[in-house]
């Protein structure tokens, strides 16, 4: 699905890049999703989340001019998201907010009450795990985890090396696998 969305991506963002709004809210459209998903599990607060969004949709409006394509958009977009996120978690003013403060809205018409509610238990579980991690750890994982990039590409947005990045990620998983042990989950 990633390849998918980059595909539908590029032919928008050559448009975009020449002033056309249009072709721009069809990027807001497509990418606003992931970025409010990262952001989301970066803070923990689903307001500051979407705030953090409009903001990175801001910003890339308008540096557009100066994006050069020497990475894909996306990735260029997660790394505004990265950089205003923990900008915002290093600011004094940032609280993050537990999981139990979070109400969900999604649906699941498939599933039973009881798989419903196990999902839930295991998001909560593993978004307060994230909490714990340092924030650094926290960044790769969800790239890694959720948006399901390359090392490479998550060693770009953060701006540190592949070897890092797969550090990073590595010892998250071990944490999330002793974190998860604790909490009774059987891996």
């Known amino acids: 699905m990633k390849e998918l969305n980059r595909d539908r991506i590029q032919p928008l963002v050559e448009k975009a890049v020449a002033g056309d709004r249009n072709a721009f809210s069809e990027i807001v ?6 970025i409010v998903a990262l952001t989301y599990r970066m803070t923990q607060n689903r307001d500051v989340a979407f705030d ?3 903001d990175t949709f801001v910003a890339a409006w308008q540096n557009l001019s100066g994006f050069r394509g020497e990475a894909h958009f996306d990735s260029w977009l997660y790394r505004i998201a990265t950089n205003k996120t923990l900008n915002h978690l290093a600011s004094p003013k940032s609280k993050v907010v537990s999981a139990d403060d979070y109400s ?3 649906t699941l018409d498939y599933a039973t009450p009881e798989k419903i509610l196990m999902r839930k238990e295991l998001k909560n579980t593993v978004i307060n795990f994230m909490a714990t991690l340092p924030v650094q750890q926290r960044l790769v994982f969800d790239l890694r985890f ?4 390359s090392f490479g590409e ?12 797969k550090t990073n990620y590595r010892e998250a998983v071990k944490k999330l696998r002793e974190y ?3 909490k009774g989950w059987q891996a």
């Open 154 to 165: 998550i060693a770009e947005i953060t701006g540190n090396a592949e070897g890092t990045a």
């Open 104 to 106: 969900s809205s999604e």
């Open 52 to 54: 953090l969004a409009q």
């Open 180 to 182: 998860m042990k604790k």
């Open 29 to 34: 459209r497509i990418m606003m999703k992931p």
């Open 146 to 149: 959720y948006q399901n990039l």
